[in-house]
């Protein structure tokens, strides 16, 4: 399929200005999609001879983002991150900075001219069907003359978006496909074969979201790219952090069998602490998601899972504030009404809830994350409890 005039002419406006620096930071996030877009900016950029900053950040917030533009680099490239708080990366960056948001995530549209917002989104395309944070870099990446035998990174970071790839999304394949690294396999559901890995390309994905996120605080990220590049897995550190994770969500499992869910309005809630300890808050995430599909879980309202969040970013040191990560899922049957129009996405309520506490957040319609000071966790729900029911803007 071809781009629409718009968006192709934002890539190449992006593109335009990548090539007019001398030297980068990536800011990319640390599951699959966003690790699969970094290594394939690092990739364009090494073949560019140009030299690049690494930061690999869990979530968009004031301290984070206030850390990130105290780096001496002019360029700034956000990768599947930093969309949906354009506004506040603008407030932050230095004069003499640039910055492009390369994401995929409900975005907010800022006019700065030191900010170029590559979401397609913006341009009629759905984040949460068409296209990925990593189909996006490829084809920032693409116009920067990155070769198709690399577009299989793009295809593997699609694999959160469930079902057939379509859209943009299936540009990204169809490259993958035509350089000879991908094997489409035809059935009921079609299904794609990464081949350097003889794996389907969903547990991939798994596999880059898990050493990721688990491994955050373990060189997790930088492994991810070094499987990219090697298009080799080391089996021993999978087994590690999977072994590592499924504890830990066996005590969560536990500590829910003894406390239960808390409930107010239209949320349900639960509190995990410093249960997660040493790996990054992705995975609170994670469980969130497994269980919205559990039977104790009420279908028809929002379920937030909290954890304590650490205040030290690998690459970029302590930050400050005391945190806790809360992730936003809507169970099957709210997903539905979110879907028709008759209960607001997860990422609305989020962002104007944590707004309320001095927090951030961001996300897709059924899937959200935010970041808030520790101790305002109920007045934050109340918040979501008070838009869930009266809308955006009334609370």
């Known amino acids: 399929m071809e781009l629409s005039a718009d968006f192709l002419t934002r890539l190449r406006e992006a593109s335009q200005k990548v090539r007019e620096a001398e030297r980068a930071c990536v800011v990319f996030h640390n599951d699959a999609d966003g690790l699969c877009a ?4 690092l990739a364009t950029l090494e073949k560019m001879g140009m030299e690049a900053r690494q930061v690999c950040i869990e979530k968009i917030h004031l301290a984070v983002v206030e850390k990130i533009h105290r780096l ?20 932050q ?6 910055v492009i948001i390369v ?10 001219s030191g900010v170029l917002n590559v979401n397609a989104e913006l341009y009629g395309y759905s984040g949460e069907s068409d296209v990925s944070g990593s189909t996006t870099t490829y084809l920032l990446a693409r116009e920067l003359g990155l070769e198709k035998h690399e577009a299989w990174k793009a295809v593997v970071g699609s ?12 540009v990204a394949l169809d490259d993958a496909v035509a350089a000879g690294e991908v094997e489409i396999i035809a059935g009921d559901e079609e299904k794609y074969r990464i081949k350097a890995f003889k794996q389907l390309w969903n547990r991939l994905s798994t596999t880059f979201t898990l050493v990721g996120s688990v491994g955050y605080y373990r060189e997790g990220p930088a492994k991810v790219l070094g499987f990219c590049k090697s298009r080799r897995i080391d089996r021993r ?5 999977e072994n590592m994770r499924r504890e830990a969500f066996r005590s969560a499992d536990a500590l829910l069998a003894q406390r239960r869910l808390d409930r107010h309005g239209r949320v349900q809630w639960f509190h995990v602490g410093d249960l997660f300890r040493g790996m990054g808050s992705k ?3 994670t469980y969130t998601s497994v269980l919205s599909y559990r039977a104790f879980i009420d279908q028809r309202r929002y379920l937030v899972g909290f954890m304590n969040y650490e205040a ?6 302590e930050v400050g504030g005391s945190w806790v990560k809360a992730s936003l899922r809507a169970p099957r049957q709210l997903a539905e009404l979110i879907r028709s129009g008759q209960m607001p996405p997860t990422s609305r309520i989020a962002e104007e809830a944590a707004s309320k506490v001095g927090g951030t957040a961001d996300g897709h319609a059924v899937a959200a994350s935010a970041i808030i000071p520790r101790g305002e966790e109920e007045v934050f729900i109340e918040y979501l409890d008070k838009l869930a029911n009266v809308g955006i803007g009334e609370a």
Do not use: C, T
């Open 237 to 241: 550190i999978v087994e590690e952090l």
């Open 38 to 41: 970094a290594s394939l900016m």
């Open 159 to 170: 694999a959160e978006i469930p079902g057939k790839l379509v859209s943009l999304n299936r």
């Open 283 to 285: 995975v609170i995430g």
């Open 103 to 112: 994401d995929h995530h409900d975005p907010r549209e800022v006019v700065d």
């Open 93 to 98: 960056k230095s004069s003499g900075q640039y």
């Open 312 to 317: 030290h970013i690998p690459g970029l040191g």
């Open 72 to 91: 001496p680099e002019q360029l700034f490239i956000y990768l599947d991150i930093g969309s949906g708080r354009a506004d506040l990366i603008a407030e």
